[in-house]
């Protein structure tokens, strides 16, 4: 039985990918700003703000107890605002920290007392993140920066990441709308994509690192 983290665990592509990993029997400690509807014998949730540095030190003060030994991290909480400007600085700082900073404070403090030797970690991010956007360009620039973030650790650390683009999901923050009719895209559900992330965090653990895998736009 393995043990995973998953930020972003109370809607969307976070929630269908620890209700996949639970349905097959692994542990689940799932992490976001608002409770998780998720509940299974194996299922835990936890308060965590992306976006504060002391909701991290609480988070992991409340581990000590159940002190948790993770076989790897699903990075799936984000933000991306599409109702104000992005090209603000106040903007980017917000999307920086929660889309970036968050998972990487996180699992920069958590790695040396919560997680097993063999870790990997799957990048829920966007292919904007290597396309650019000039509509979402702090969203863009954040998801990317994670990305990086993850490729430089696994040269300094022993863990294996890879990165998915899940395309256009129906999510509460981006719902399911008319498409133009020369658009080739399609909306897809969450639980569509979470068996993929799951088969990706099995090839993690068995070696497979640095790859990416595209569902469409």
Not at 65 to 84: I, S, T
Request: aromatic share 10%; with cysteine; charged share 20%.
């Amino acid at each position: 039985m393995r043990t995973w983290l998953v930020t972003g665990a109370s809607s969307g592509i976070g929630e269908a990918i620890a209700r996949e990993l639970l349905n097959r029997g692994d542990s689940v400690v799932g992490v976001s700003r608002t409770r998780s509807p998720v509940t299974a014998d194996k299922f835990r949730w936890y308060e965590y703000d992306l976006s504060s540095h002391q909701s991290c030190i609480e988070l992991l003060e409340a581990w000590k107890g159940p002190n948790w030994q993770f076989n790897g991290m699903v990075a799936a909480g984000g933000m991306n605002d599409r109702q104000n400007s992005q090209r603000e600085s106040v903007s980017m700082l917000d999307h920086f920290q929660v889309n970036c900073l968050g998972h990487v404070r996180l699992f920069e403090k958590a790695l040396p007392y919560y997680f097993r030797e063999d870790t990997t970690v799957l990048v829920v991010s966007s292919y904007l993140a290597k396309a650019g956007s000039a509509e979402y360009p702090a969203y863009s620039m954040s998801k990317a920066a994670l990305e990086l973030y993850f490729r430089s650790k696994s040269r300094l650390d022993p863990i294996t990441y890879n990165v998915l683009y899940p395309g256009r999901v129906a999510t509460k923050g981006n719902p399911r709308r008319m498409l133009s009719a020369d658009d080739p895209n399609t909306f897809k559900e969450p639980c569509e994509v979470a068996p993929v992330a799951v088969w990706m965090l099995d090839q993690g653990l068995r070696g497979m690192t640095g790859q990416t895998i595209d569902l469409g736009r």
